[in-house]
């Protein structure tokens, strides 16, 4: 574990990853955009990390489901372990140069890999890559995200396609938490020996999929 980014270690053993996020008192009365925050948590429920979303009201107000964004992810300690930092781009498949890309560093300044949309007409699909910008996996989601009362799976495969190792979950948590908080509860599962750079990477790429599908949606309601 010397050889691990610090704070990491705690994803070292972790095969699931929980994210839930914090109601704001403020958006769930009044419906007003606020910055997102997010705890990361073991499969015990115990807290990992504690995530904070920093960004402008214009960005909040006017983008936002495509805002812009920094992550600061912190440790029980209060020590910055992973960055994730979203510029603003487009989402649409009719603008495919110009489609999302997410990068994350741990220790913040040090590229720990990055989440890019692959265009398809049909499936949301992502590529993660490496600190050198070489693929490692695929993330592939069904073609109709609204779940109806049920989970919905964001599936991580192997660079063929082919192979499904893991999977990206966004919890459907029951109509009255969704109708008036509109909270995000996902899990990650990854095989446990994944490179843990990785495994952070995982964890921006759920930020980057709860942004563009789930943000507006009221939970799949």
């Not at 498949?93 to 265009?119: H, K, M, R």
Request: aromatic share 10%.
């Amino acid at each position: 574990t010397h050889n691990l980014p610090p704070g990491l270690e705690y994803l070292n053993q972790l095969d699931q990853i929980i994210i839930h996020q914090q109601v704001e008192l403020l958006e769930a009365i009044l419906g007003t955009e606020t910055s997102s925050k997010y705890e990361i948590k073991n499969p015990l429920g115990q807290r990992v990390y504690f995530a904070v979303e920093e960004n402008g009201c214009f960005d909040r107000k006017l983008c936002s489901p495509l805002r812009a964004f920094t992550i600061r992810i912190a440790d029980n300690a209060g020590r910055e372990v992973i960055r994730v930092i979203r510029p603003l781009r487009c989402s649409s498949c009719w603008f495919p140069c110009f489609l999302q890309e997410l990068e994350v560093q741990s220790p913040p300044g040090t590229i720990a890999g990055y989440v890019v949309q692959n265009w398809d007409p049909f499936l949301p699909k992502f590529t993660i890559q490496n600190q050198s910008k070489e693929d490692v996996l695929k993330i592939i989601g069904p073609c109709a995200t609204c779940g109806c009362f049920d989970d919905v799976d964001f599936e991580v495969k192997a660079l063929n396609e082919m192979t499904t190792i893991g999977k990206i979950s966004k919890y459907w948590s029951g109509f009255v938490n969704n109708v008036f908080t509109n909270t995000a509860n996902f899990g990650i599962q990854v095989p446990v020996d994944l490179d843990v750079r990785i495994k952070a990477v995982m964890i921006g790429a759920c930020f980057l999929i709860d942004l563009m599908f789930f943000e507006n949606s009221l939970d799949g309601l």
